[in-house]
C-alpha cells in the first residue's frame, strides 16, 4: 500500500521523463535516444562497472555512441569545484548532444554545475557567480543560450539529484558547500534502478535514509498552506517507508524490497524539495562537509531544529508523532502535548531513530568538531547566498538573530540538551 502510494506520487511528479523500478537499466538507451547521437557519460566505471557496461550496451541498441569514446570520471564525495571545472572541459572539448551522468549525488550534482559553466562560462567562468536561486535561468534567458539536455542516472537513495532543482558544490579549502537553485538544472530525463543501491554500504544506506527524513521533514514544517496537503502525503507516506526498511536494508543488503521502498522514499524526498525548501540542518550541514557526510550532519540538527520550530508547526508535528509512535519510537502517552512539548516529544523520537540504526546523535560524536566549528556555521549562516535557508524556517531568522538563536541550537546538538534551545517569542 505504501509503495504503492509512493509510485503514484512520483508519477505524478515526473510523468513519463522518470523511469524507476527494478532491474531497468536496459531500458535507458531508449529514454536517452531522445535527447540525441552522441552522450558524453560521466560514471566511476571502478564502481559501477556491471552498470556502465548495461547502459552503454542499451545505448548501442538505440544508435547512441560516446561522446570520445570515453567515460569521464565522475565526482569526488560533496561535489569538489575542481571537479565542476574538470568536467566542465569534457563538454568543451567533446560537444556531445545530450549529457548522461550514472552515480549518486555528488556526481549528478557536478554534472549540473558543469554543464551551466560549458555553456555561460563565456559570459561568467566562475562557479561562485551562479549560486544563489535563479541565476542561471536569468543568464540563460538574457544571452539567449540553453544547457545541454541531460540524463541522469541515480545509484543511491538519498539526495534526489536526478529530479530536482539543485546543485551543491563544495570548497574543500574553506570547508563550506554552497548552493544552487535553478529550474533550468532540472534533469530533463531521469533513471533509477532501486536494485543498483543493493552495492550501497551500511554507512551510505543510513546516510541516504537520514537525508530522505531530512528533505520531507524540513519541508513538510515550512510548507505553504496551499501545499500542506501535499506535503502531508509525501511526508507520512516517505517517512513511514525509511523508518520500516532501513535497518532492513543494513542487515540484509540484497533485499530488494527494502531498497526498492528507501529509493521510493527518497524519491519523495525529491518531490518534497521541488514544492519547498529545507532550511535550518540543511543550512548547518554545509559549514560540516569537511568532517561529517551530509546525511548524517541533517539526521543530527533535524531534532533540534524540530524544538526550535514546535510551536509553529503543531499541526505537522501531530502528524510525525504518530507515525513515529506506530513504528515504536516513542514512549510515554503524547496526547495532549503541543508546542514545545510536543515537539521534544518528537524530537526524541527522531533520536530513537538515529539510535537504532548506530547514526550519531549529537554534533559531540563527529571528529574533528569543536566550538571553533559553530563559529563557522554562525558566520556562513550569515552569508546573503545562503539566506534562502533562513527564509524557509518555519520560524524565519534575519542574519541579526543568528548568534541569539541558531547559537544555543548548535550548542544543543553539541550535548544532546534539548533545554539549551530558546524558542522566538
Do not use: W
Request: with cysteine.
Amino acid at each position: 500500500m505504501l509503495k504503492e502510494r509512493a509510485r503514484q506520487l512520483i508519477t505524478q511528479f515526473k510523468g513519463e521523463d522518470y523511469l524507476f523500478g527494478l532491474q531497468i537499466l536496459d531500458q535507458v538507451g531508449g529514454m536517452a535516444a531522445r535527447l540525441g547521437n552522441k552522450a558524453l557519460l560521466i560514471g566511476s566505471k571502478s564502481h559501477q562497472e556491471k552498470a556502465i557496461n548495461k547502459i552503454i550496451q542499451s545505448l548501442e541498441k538505440n544508435n547512441v555512441s560516446l561522446a570520445g569514446e570515453r567515460i569521464v570520471p565522475g565526482a569526488k564525495p560533496n561535489t569538489p569545484r575542481e571537479d565542476v571545472y574538470r568536467i566542465e572541459t569534457y563538454i568543451l572539448h567533446y560537444q556531445p548532444d545530450f549529457l548522461l551522468a550514472i552515480g549518486g549525488g555528488s556526481t549528478i550534482d557536478c554534472v549540473k554545475a558543469a554543464d551551466v559553466l560549458a555553456i555561460l562560462g563565456a559570459q561568467s567562468p566562475e562557479i561562485e557567480d551562479y549560486f544563489g536561486t535563479g541565476l542561471v535561468s536569468a543568464s540563460l534567458q538574457k544571452f539567449a543560450k540553453q544547457l545541454k539536455p541531460f540524463l541522469a542516472i541515480q545509484t543511491s537513495a538519498s539526495s534526489a539529484a536526478h529530479l530536482t532543482k539543485y546543485s551543491n558544490v563544495s570548497d574543500p579549502v574553506a570547508g563550506q558547500k554552497k548552493l544552487i537553485v535553478d529550474e533550468a538544472l532540472v534533469p530533463d530525463k531521469a533513471v533509477f534502478d532501486y536494485a543498483l543501491t543493493a552495492s550501497m554500504p551500511a554507512d551510505l544506506t543510513i546516510d541516504g535514509a537520514l537525508d530522505g527524513i531530512s528533505h520531507v521533514l524540513e519541508v513538510f514544517y515550512g510548507i505553504a498552506k496551499d501545499k500542506f496537503d501535499l506535503a502531508r502525503d509525501i511526508t507520512s507516506t516517505a517517512l513511514e517507508l525509511i523508518l520500516q526498511n532501513t535497518k532492513k536494508a543494513m542487515i540484509n543488503p540484497d533485499d530488494l524490497k527494502a531498497r526498492e521502498a528507501l529509493g521510493l522514499a527518497t524519491d519523495l524526498g525529491g518531490y518534497a524539495i521541488m514544492i519547498g525548501g529545507t532550511s535550518g540542518p540543511h543550512l548547518t550541514s554545509f559549514s560540516l562537509v569537511d568532517i561529517a557526510s551530509h546525511g548524517r550532519a541533517c539526521g543530527i540538527m533535524n531534532p533540534y531544529y524540530t524544538v526550535f520550530f514546535a510551536p509553529a508547526i503543531e499541526k505537522q508535528l501531530q502528524l510525525i508523532s504518530e507515525i513515529l509512535q506506530r513504528n515504536n519510537l516513542l514512549s510515554g502517552d503524547i496526547t495532549g502535548l503541543s508546542g514545545r512539548n510536543l515537539g521534544m516529544a518528537v524530537a526524541h523520537g527522531l533520536v530513537n531513530f538515529s539510535k537504532s540504526i548506530g547514526a550519531p546523535t549529537t554534533l559531540a560524536e563527529i571528529p574533528g568538531f569543536s566550538d571553533q566549528v559553530i563559529e563557522e556555521i554562525l558566520r556562513a549562516a550569515k552569508n546573503p547566498q545562503l539566506e534562502m535557508k533562513l527564509k524557509n524556517m518555519p520560524v524565519p531568522l534575519h542574519s541579526s538573530l543568528v548568534d541569539d538563536y541558531m547559537g544555543p541550537i548548535l550548542k544543543a546538538a553539541q550535548t544532546g540538551d534539548f533545554s539549551l534551545i530558546k524558542n522566538l517569542d
